[in-house]
């Protein structure tokens, strides 16, 4: 079996992610993560992995400036058109692990399921932390471990999500302080092979560099 690699996946799906992503997870769950983290209300901040814009669109009417980056082009043609009437958003094409950016730029970073498909998740969130000025924070929400090995095939994911004692370990190694990884107000409810939908539990993870 040959695994699609997330680019080509997202490529095939970009034009029906909005309606894809709606099923797997809410604007309740966005918007309760972005509550948590609590950016301050004339913050620049980044959406890493940032897709058609789910994000983007809630940190944008909250935030001085937003820029977006992912790694998929086609995604962000999609997010383009979704941000329209956001002139404070700025995507750019770009790697999760090497941001085009300079070091301590960001009041906050926001990465809603993207580390899962970060091919090093500790390498990822060292990078996020990074371009964070001292004080600002890193606000992560992805998938708890779990045992859906068809999302591997299915949806290109990496990593069958994250145990949450690695999450703050790497956030600490990254520089960060504060850190709590609890529980999101929402599940992922992908459908698997079966048709049936088995709800996957997601975390919320803060940090704030030191
Ligand atoms: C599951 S989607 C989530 C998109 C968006 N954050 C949302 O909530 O709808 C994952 C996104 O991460 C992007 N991505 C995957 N690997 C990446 C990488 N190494 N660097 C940057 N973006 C990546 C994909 O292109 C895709 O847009």
């Not at 949450?164 to 529980?183: M, N, P, Q, Y």
């Amino acid at each position: 079996m040959t695994l699609p690699t997330s680019n080509a996946y997202f490529a095939r799906v970009a034009e029906q992610w909005d309606e894809l992503r709606s099923g797997y997870f809410t604007e309740q769950v966005r918007d309760a993560a972005i509550a948590k983290a609590n950016f301050p209300a004339n913050a620049i901040v980044a959406d890493i992995g940032a897709g058609t814009g789910f994000v983007a669109a809630g940190l944008a009417p909250r935030a001085a400036r937003v820029l977006g980056f992912d790694a998929s082009a086609e995604m962000l043609v999609v997010a383009q058109r979704n941000l329209a009437a956001f002139p404070n958003v700025e995507l750019r094409e770009a790697p999760g692990n090497r941001l085009p950016l300079p070091t301590a730029t960001l009041d906050g970073v926001f990465a809603n399921m993207y580390l899962h498909h970060a091919p090093d998740p500790a390498g990822a969130i060292t990078e996020m932390a990074r371009v964070l000025k001292p004080g600002g924070v890193l606000c992560l929400t992805d998938l708890d471990t779990h045992d859906h090995e068809w999302q591997r095939e299915q949806m290109a994911d990496l990593w069958l999500g994250f145990e949450r004692d690695d999450i703050r370990r790497w956030f600490t190694e990254a520089g960060l302080s504060a850190i709590d990884v609890d529980c999101a107000e929402g599940t992922c409810n992908a459908c698997g092979p079966e048709g049936t939908v088995e709800p996957l539990s997601i975390f919320v993870a803060l940090g704030r560099k030191v």
